[in-house]
């Protein structure tokens, strides 16, 4: 417990530092990959985001999630990658090989499918290295270039509010 508790705070003070030092960069370029940075711990199922991306004309195979977990359940399956609280240790490095792999991936698009309340989910949105960055409307603006003002519950809402200022910013 008494670890967790100076995990967090070490894991705030590293956010707060980077963010502080961050720029912001602009990206060009039409999206054709799209990672995904989810909360598990949501009553939500992923699968429903993705289908509404692929519905909005974004190819299934260039799709990449990356679900974050406080921890895994006995039996629980996923069809996607998956970083637990426990693989982020102290001094912020990330033990889980896939979301390293994830995180250094170049995507045209990562959206930060969780609100900023949670330090490792902020911490992982900043070491993305995709080229535009969107999420929700939340107390914290450095991390997105872009963000929506909708429900995190509405999906739906959220994918087609996006997609209709992709298409006015010229990234389809």
Known sequence: MFLNILKNFSLKNKVSKLLSK???HHSVGIIKSVGVIF???LNLKIENVTKELVKHGIDDNQIKVLIFKNKIIKNEVFNHDVVIYKEINLTGEITNSKAKLFLKTNFDLLINYHEFDK???IYLSYLSKANFKVGFNTQDK???QFMVNTNIN???QFVDELFKYLKILKKL
Do not use: S
């Open 39 to 41: 909360n598990g711990n």
């Open 142 to 144: 450095i991390v997105n």
């Open 119 to 121: 330090q490792p989910l």
């Open 154 to 156: 509405n999906y739906e």
């Open 22 to 24: 961050a720029v912001g």
